[in-house]
C-alpha cells in the first residue's frame, strides 16, 4: 500500500461550488505539506503543517484552506471553486533534520474547474 | 526574479550520452539542493541531494554545488530512455522546512 494516499485521483467541478482534496499518510510523519503544480510554474506551495496544531500558510494560500484533523490527515478545501484552481495538486509529508528533509509525494489529484 | 531557475528545455540527448541540467537559485543564505525526478503524470521522487561545495556522485547521477556562484547542477551519465522525465531542483534554508521549487526540464532520451 502506498505511503501517501490522496482522494479523489481526479475530480472536475463547477466554478463556484466547495471542494475537498483528502490527504492520508501512514509514514507517521509530522510534517505535511500541499503543492499545486502548473505547466511551466512548477511546484508551489499552499499550506503546510509541522503538527496537528501548526498550520501555516504557503506563497499561494488566497482561496485554499486546509485542517489537519490528525497526524496522518491534511485536508485541502478550495471554499469556492474557480477556473484558475485548475491544476495538479500534491500532498507531501517530510522527515529529517531542517534543511536535510526528504519529501515523500502523494499520486496527485487532477482538479479541472468549469 | 524567480527564487529556483532551470533551464525548461526540453533537452533531447541519444541513449549513453550525458544529461546536463542546471539551476540557479537567488537567495543567498539557501543551504540545501534536492534533484527531484518526476515521470509523467506521477509524482515527484527524490533522486539527490547535496549541502557542501562540490560534486555528489550516486551511480549515474552526480550533483555539483557551486555556492558563491549560486548554481547546482545534474549530471545524469550513460543516459536510458528510462531517465526520460522532468527534472525539478529544489532548496531550501538550514533552519526550513519548506522547499522552493524550479519549474523544471523535460529530459527526453532518444534510442
Known amino acids: 500500500d502506498a505511503d501517501v494516499t490522496q482522494t479523489p485521483r481526479n475530480r472536475i467541478t463547477k466554478t463556484g461550488k466547495r471542494i475537498m482534496l483528502e490527504c492520508s499518510q501512514t509514514k507517521g510523519h509530522d510534517r505535511m505539506y500541499w503543492y499545486r503544480q502548473d505547466p511551466g510554474l512548477g511546484l508551489r506551495l499552499i499550506y503546510y503543517?509541522?503538527?496537528?496544531?501548526?498550520?501555516n500558510k504557503g506563497e499561494i494560500s488566497d482561496g485554499y484552506s486546509v485542517s489537519r484533523q490528525a497526524q496522518a490527515k491534511f485536508s485541502l478545501s478550495l471554499e469556492s471553486a474557480i477556473p484558475n484552481q485548475t491544476a495538479l495538486y500534491f500532498c507531501a509529508t517530510s522527515e529529517g533534520l531542517a534543511g536535510q528533509e526528504t519529501q515523500y509525494f502523494g499520486p496527485g489529484t487532477r482538479l479541472l474547474v468549469l | 526574479q524567480k527564487e529556483v531557475e532551470q533551464n525548461s528545455g526540453p533537452l533531447s540527448v541519444p541513449e549513453g550520452a550525458i544529461a546536463s541540467l542546471n539551476c540557479t537559485y537567488s537567495d543567498r543564505v539557501s543551504q540545501s539542493f534536492f534533484w527531484y525526478r518526476q515521470y509523467s503524470g506521477k509524482s515527484p521522487e527524490l533522486i539527490m541531494s547535496i549541502y557542501s561545495n562540490g560534486d555528489k556522485e550516486d551511480g549515474r547521477f552526480t550533483a555539483q554545488l557551486n555556492k558563491a556562484s549560486q548554481y547546482v547542477s545534474l549530471l545524469i551519465r550513460d543516459s536510458q530512455p528510462s531517465d526520460s522525465a522532468t527534472y525539478l531542483c529544489?532548496?531550501?534554508?538550514?533552519?526550513?522546512?519548506?522547499?522552493?521549487f524550479g519549474a523544471g526540464t523535460t529530459v527526453t532520451v532518444r534510442a
Open positions: 503543517s509541522f503538527d496537528v496544531k501548526d498550520i
Open positions: 529544489a532548496v531550501n534554508r538550514r533552519d526550513d522546512y519548506k522547499l522552493s
